[in-house]
């Protein structure tokens, strides 16, 4: 990797019970105040429509590698405070 890039790291972040429309925005725009965070919501990949279910089915959480650790406690305890979710890293 050439000298001055940064490695990020690439999560899709998922919650079980799914959370509403509302409610991820509301998260990314928590998780976006964190300097050098990227948030990106992915739509639900049911083809099926259901009025109470969520139309969002997660987000894709951009960070560098070299996060401050206070930013990675920041980031996790905002996730937790929507709920339980899980994680995968993609390279």
Request: net charge negative.
């Given at each position: ?59 894709w959480l951009s960070r560098p590698q070299n996060i401050p650790v ?18 995968e890293t993609k390279e």
């Amino acid at each position: 990797m050439p000298s001055g890039e940064l490695s990020i790291n690439r999560s899709k972040i998922t919650y079980n019970p799914d959370i509403a429309l509302a409610m991820y925005r509301e998260l990314a725009s928590h998780i976006e105040q964190i300097d050098d965070v990227d948030v990106e919501l992915f739509w639900q990949e049911s083809t099926e429509f259901s009025y109470l279910g969520s139309q969002i089915g997660g987000l894709w959480l951009s960070r560098p590698q070299n996060i401050p650790v206070r930013s990675q406690v920041l980031i996790e305890n905002i996730l937790n405070h929507y709920g339980t979710w899980t994680s995968e890293t993609k390279e």
